[in-house]
């Protein structure tokens, strides 16, 4: 009867222990949702911020180009440098952060303990068998 009443403690803390994992696995991917949802938000800001550059640049692009094309004076070719100047800027600046989503792995943190627990617990069954 001892041993039975052991048994049941054993597998009580089991399902104890496997409950509190769970909890902790489930903050950890709140926690890395949020830092994730964070971290897109300020390049999709960035993007955005950085997009009425390409706007501008092209619009200088266009005036420049009539005028230009209408007659070449020097005040026709400042218009011309701005606008290169802020469509590469804007370019450049979307790239950048374009870059840094393509680079960022959502999750990461969680999947990997996730990983790192299944191998634990199959590994754990493999010993006990």
Request: charged content about 20%.
């Amino acid at each position: 009867m001892p041993a039975l009443m052991a048994l049941g403690t054993q597998l009580r803390d089991v399902v104890d222990g496997f409950s509190e994992l769970t909890a902790q696995h489930i903050r950890l991917a709140r926690l890395e949702l949020a830092q994730d949802a964070r971290f897109i938000g300020v390049r999709v800001g960035v993007i955005a911020a950085l997009a009425p550059l390409i706007l501008v640049g092209y619009g200088f692009l266009c005036v420049a180009l009539a005028l230009v094309l209408r007659r070449v004076m020097p005040a026709d070719l400042a218009f011309l440098l701005v606008g290169l100047v802020n469509l590469i800027g804007g370019v450049a600046g979307i790239a950048v952060a374009a870059t840094q989503l393509n680079e960022k792995k959502v999750m990461h943190e969680t999947l990997t303990e996730l990983e790192d627990t299944s191998s634990i617990v199959l590994r754990q069954e493999g010993d006990a068998k």
